[in-house]
């Protein structure tokens, strides 16, 4: 007879980068990890490996930008009386080039992956939490949603939409015992990199970019392990690693000092001297 489950865990962007180290992580023995993300064959590798430490893998293809389709699969699968007991959502897209060079449908489907998307999840299963009176939400947030960020200004706007998501949501939540977590991260090594929609630059333009910039880059299974421990220890707004923590402190404080990173940022991307 199989013991019992003790915990539901849903993890979007689970194919790869944050995501998948996030569901790793917390595989092991009577949890479910319910796998959700775009790519099928990196869903089934992700699966393989946490049953491989005890868990029970639930996998779900689906493009988080599809909204409709996203809610009948909640809808169908996630009822009220389906508990789940953490949510981490962490799927997301990015786009380079300056503002003037975007197109209407960058930002159409970086608003709908990064910002309806956490938002319908959210809403969905805030219902059930406050429902039970317990649960646990995770938003996988940026430091560009307090910094800013000149050539992808697209992904800064919609994180800082998390923020304002995170810091209403808080404090109806608490009322109602449950939590919410907003996670914002510098750079971190995931192939969101590889996979963005470049104008007028390129992949390896933009890493140079990034590395001239000299904070270096976190692994995804650092990024993860740093977030679980934060959300483990109660922490409810959170940046790492030490520099992305300090602009997050210095960005409403002392903006001049944002605006020389930026400045460097832009000349670069420019290839200004």
């Known amino acids: 007879m199989q013991p019992p489950v003790s915990q539901?865990?849903?993890?979007?962007?689970?194919?790869?980068?944050?995501?998948?180290?996030?569901a790793?992580?917390?595989?092991?023995?009577?949890?479910?990890?319910?796998?959700?993300?775009?790519?099928?064959?990196?869903?089934?590798e992700?699966?393989?490996?946490?049953?491989?430490?005890?868990?029970v893998a639930k996998v779900a293809r689906l493009d988080l930008a599809d909204l409709d389709?996203?809610?009948?699969?909640?809808?169908?699968?996630?009822?009220?009386?389906?508990m789940v007991d953490t949510v981490y959502l962490g799927?997301?897209?990015?786009?380079?080039?300056?503002?003037?060079?975007?197109?209407?449908?960058?930002?159409?489907?970086?608003?709908?992956?990064?910002?309806?998307?956490?938002?319908?999840?959210?809403?969905?299963?805030?219902?059930q939490m406050v429902e039970r009176k317990s649960g646990r939400i995770v938003l996988i947030s940026s430091l560009a949603?307090?910094?800013?960020?000149?050539?992808?200004?697209?992904?800064?706007?919609?994180?800082?939409?998390l923020q304002g998501l995170f810091r209403s949501l808080w404090h109806e939540a608490r009322s109602h015992g449950v939590a919410i977590h907003i996670a914002s991260p510098g750079y971190v090594d995931t192939p969101i990199y590889k996979t963005a929609v470049f104008r007028k630059t390129n992949y390896e333009e933009t890493m140079s970019q990034i590395r001239s910039l000299g904070f270096g880059s976190l692994t995804a299974h650092d990024a993860a392990s740093r977030i679980l421990k934060a959300v483990?220890?109660?922490?409810?707004?959170?940046?790492?690693?030490?520099?992305?923590?300090?602009?997050?402190?210095?960005s409403p404080r002392l903006p001049f000092l944002i605006d020389m990173i930026?400045?460097?940022l832009i000349k670069s991307f420019r290839h200004e001297s």
């Open 232 to 250: 483990a220890d109660g922490e409810c707004e959170f940046a790492f690693p030490a520099y992305a923590s300090a602009m997050k402190w210095v």
């Open 145 to 161: 949603a307090y910094a800013g960020y000149p050539t992808a200004t697209a992904y800064a706007t919609m994180k800082a939409g």
């Open 69 to 82: 389709g996203a809610e009948i699969f909640l809808n169908g699968t996630f009822p009220v009386a389906e």
């Open 8 to 22: 539901t865990i849903v993890v979007t962007g689970a194919s790869s980068g944050i995501g998948r180290e996030i």
């Open 91 to 127: 799927a997301a897209v990015t786009q380079f080039g300056e503002i003037k060079d975007t197109l209407p449908e960058d930002w159409d489907r970086i608003y709908r992956t990064n910002l309806l998307s956490p938002i319908l999840w959210t809403r969905h299963f805030y219902a």
């Open 24 to 44: 790793l992580q917390l595989a092991g023995p009577r949890r479910v990890i319910w796998l959700v993300g775009r790519n099928q064959d990196r869903l089934d």
């Open 262 to 264: 930026h400045t460097r």
């Open 46 to 55: 992700v699966a393989a490996l946490v049953t491989a430490k005890g868990a």
